[in-house]
């Protein structure tokens, strides 16, 4: 879940919640997407996917995590979808916003994962 200024224009919400897994694991089974790159709140480069269709963020590629890729968890479109494992950028949190019990939350990025975990 992260809660900088740029997830909340891009989703047009309080934050954005993604499901990272390893760039391999991910496929585009059909259709196409446009992209969107720009900098993230962290400085580096972040290349977003948006469907041609409908215009929906589905997944992106963060160069600071470059053997992750982020998809959206709106995308499963699962109401019973676990609930997110941190809170990044919780500096710009709105202030309504209560995290689940116990997850790890970290003013800015979280520290950077070890490969394979």
Same mark, same amino acid.
């Given at each position: 879940?992260?809660?900088?200024?740029?997830?909340?224009?891009?989703?047009?919400?309080?934050?954005?919640?993604? $499901?990272?897994?390893?760039?391999?694991? $991910?496929?585009?089974?059909?259709?196409?997407?446009?992209?969107?790159?720009?900098?993230?709140?962290?400085?580096?480069?972040?290349?977003?996917?948006?469907? $041609?269709?409908?215009?929906?963020?589905?997944?992106?590629?963060?160069?600071?995590?470059?053997?992750?890729?982020?998809?959206?968890?709106?995308?499963?479109?699962?109401?019973?979808?676990?609930?997110?494992?941190?809170?990044?950028?919780?500096?710009?949190?709105?202030?309504?916003?209560?995290? &689940?019990?116990?997850?790890?939350?970290?003013?800015?990025?979280? &520290? &950077?994962?070890? &490969?394979?975990?």
């Amino acid at each position: 879940m992260c809660h900088c200024l740029d997830c909340q224009r891009r989703t047009g919400s309080a934050f954005g919640i993604a $499901v990272f897994y390893g760039r391999d694991a $991910v496929s585009i089974e059909k259709g196409t997407t446009h992209t969107f790159e720009r900098d993230s709140a962290s400085g580096s480069r972040v290349k977003f996917h948006f469907c $041609v269709r409908c215009g929906a963020n589905v997944f992106w590629e963060p160069e600071r995590m470059a053997g992750r890729i982020a998809v959206a968890a709106g995308a499963f479109a699962d109401p019973n979808f676990p609930h997110p494992e941190q809170s990044v950028w919780t500096k710009d949190k709105h202030g309504w916003v209560r995290l &689940p019990d116990g997850i790890p939350a970290f003013e800015t990025n979280s &520290p &950077p994962r070890r &490969p394979g975990s």
